[in-house]
């Protein structure tokens, strides 16, 4: 005969053993007005648009937010100081603030990775042409870039591996003269991220 409320004999809780850290999820940028570059591990996209003025600044950070907003990290390719076609500067520089204040009000870290700093850890020299950056990405990381955007998505997946590996997750051995361009960035606290 068996009681209204019959109780299971109790199981012990299984023992809860900390793993590593999961990995975390780094989205990185090479802003442009027309054609900026996205990567993550794995893979590179681009966002394009020929809208003008504060349309193509409101496009662009809705599309980028559309990316960067489940991320734990964003890194984003630093201004070109020494450019010589100043076109559309104080837009860009516009774009910047943008997505850094996306990422101040929700609380994501950011990095900015100066392109000197960005052609050296990923090319092996700073002064790197956009064709050896491209390349060296897809010999090391096994990432090709094509089409319109080709450099684009090369700068911004060479951001994405700076970034993770400064972080201690790099994506594929680099030469230790590449890894010292790590501390010419602009890295967020790295305390405040991992506890």
Known sequence: ?????????????????????????????????????????????????????????????????SFIRTADMVAMEGPSYGHGAMAGHEELAGLRILVRRYCHRHQLPYAVIPPSSLKLYTAGRGNATKGEVRSAVADRYGIHTEGAGRYDMADAYGALAAASDWLGQPLADVPARNRAALAGCQWPDREAMTS
Do not use: H, N, Q
């Not at 023992?15 to 027309?34: E, K, M, W």
């Not at 900026?36 to 394009?48: E, K, P």
């Open 1 to 65: 005969m068996s009681a209204l409320f019959d109780l299971a004999p109790e199981v012990p809780a299984t023992p809860v053993v900390a793993g590593p850290p999961a990995p975390f999820t780094i989205i990185a940028l090479d802003l442009s007005l027309t054609c900026t570059g996205i990567a993550g591990v794995g893979w590179t996209d681009r966002i394009r648009t020929k809208l003008r003025g504060d349309e193509r600044l409101a496009y662009l950070e809705t599309e980028i937010a």
